[in-house]
């Protein structure tokens, strides 16, 4: 007669432990990409806010052109 053992065998998986480093990297990326998106907006803002100084002559003829502007004279 033929014996046959049936065995076990258990293995651990750390799934979750890989994804989650995963997670953090793609969620680091996004947060720098974020970062360098806005620090670029804030550049050209900055530009814009010079250019329209020199093109008026200073500041207080940029603030009267804006008033007048909004009021539509």
Do not use: H
């Not at 799934?15 to 550049?43: C, K, P, W």
């Amino acid at each position: 007669m033929k014996d046959t053992t049936l065995t076990k065998n258990r293995q651990r998986v750390q799934t979750g432990a890989q994804t989650q480093e995963g997670l953090d990297t793609i969620t680091r990326s996004g947060i720098s990409l974020m970062g360098g998106v806005s620090a670029l907006i804030g550049l050209w803002a900055a530009a814009c806010f010079i250019g329209g100084l020199i093109s008026a002559g200073g500041p207080v003829e940029l603030a009267y052109s804006w008033f007048k502007a909004i009021a539509g004279l």
